[in-house]
């Protein structure tokens, strides 16, 4: 499919907006499919040619046309579920909570959802999953733990460390996820800012759960002395980048924030 192609589709679908509703909702639905024509032209057209072509974002059109939605179709909660997963999907979340806002009007059914998906509850899960593979590394988790313990240059370079690896990871899979017709690279980084400061209240979370489990955990040669402990901070900014990487490495390329 040719630029044109594409501009002169999205032309004839969006201007309908009023008069031919279902073909609007028809076109955006494509439109967000992953695997169809129209997904892969929002997101490999250039900025140059999008401007020549006066194409917005895949992004800015929905947000446009999120009224076609609202008909009384069978298929209303579908369609609603499909375009949550896909703001989710590109960490999108002031697109996630407009979409909120016109699914469930009342404001006291919008932030309670809302909050649990901006939560991105994949992050504990995978973390679990992530201190599981560390406990069974053999003395792995020992000599993380003595690192950290060692002094605080130690403890702050290693968890500096992870925490760039850790975003790093999240803004390639953010700037994956994002057209060429928008600001990519700065997107992508206030994007990954918000999904790291989210991991990171979850870290702290894990650290304050293990350190009251206290010796319920059975670290080896390991003892733990509350959740500012310098080896189980460390050990929770690697396991930090085990879950991101297996979460990638078993999902391919989805978004951590996906729903579960």
């Not at 599981?132 to 950290?148: D, E, P, Q, R, V």
């Not at 929770?236 to 978004?255: E, Y």
């Amino acid at each position: 499919m040719t630029g044109n192609e594409f501009a002169g589709k999205r032309r004839t679908a969006l201007l309908s907006l009023k008069e031919k509703r279902p073909d609007v909702r028809t076109f955006l639905l494509r439109s967000i499919d992953e695997d169809g024509q129209l997904y892969l032209a929002y997101k490999h057209l250039s900025k140059d040619d999008a401007v020549k072509l006066e194409v917005k974002s895949l992004e800015v059109d929905l947000e446009d046309c999120l009224d076609v939605f609202r008909d009384g179709t069978l298929l209303k909660e579908h369609y609603w579920r499909k375009l949550r997963r896909f703001a989710l999907k590109r960490y999108s979340f002031g697109l996630l909570w407009k979409i909120y806002r016109k699914w469930k009007p009342s404001p006291w059914t919008v932030v309670l959802p809302f909050v649990l998906d901006v939560a991105m509850l994949r992050i504990p899960l995978a973390m679990l999953l992530a201190y599981g593979s560390l406990l069974g590394a053999g003395n792995l988790i020992s000599w993380i733990s003595y690192f950290g313990k060692k002094d605080d240059t130690h403890l702050i370079g290693g968890a500096a460390i992870c925490l760039a690896s850790s975003a790093y990871l999240l803004y390639l899979n953010i700037h994956d996820k994002l057209g060429r017709i928008e600001n990519t690279e700065l997107k992508s980084v206030w994007r990954t800012l918000p999904v790291l400061g989210i991991s990171v209240l979850w870290c702290s979370a894990w650290n304050v759960a293990i350190s009251r489990l206290g010796e319920q955990i059975k670290v080896p040669k390991t003892s733990i002395d509350g959740a500012f402990d310098p080896g189980l901070i460390l050990v929770t900014a690697v396991a930090l980048v085990f879950a991101i990487l297996g979460q990638f490495f078993f999902t391919g390329d989805r978004s951590i924030a996906e729903p579960l």
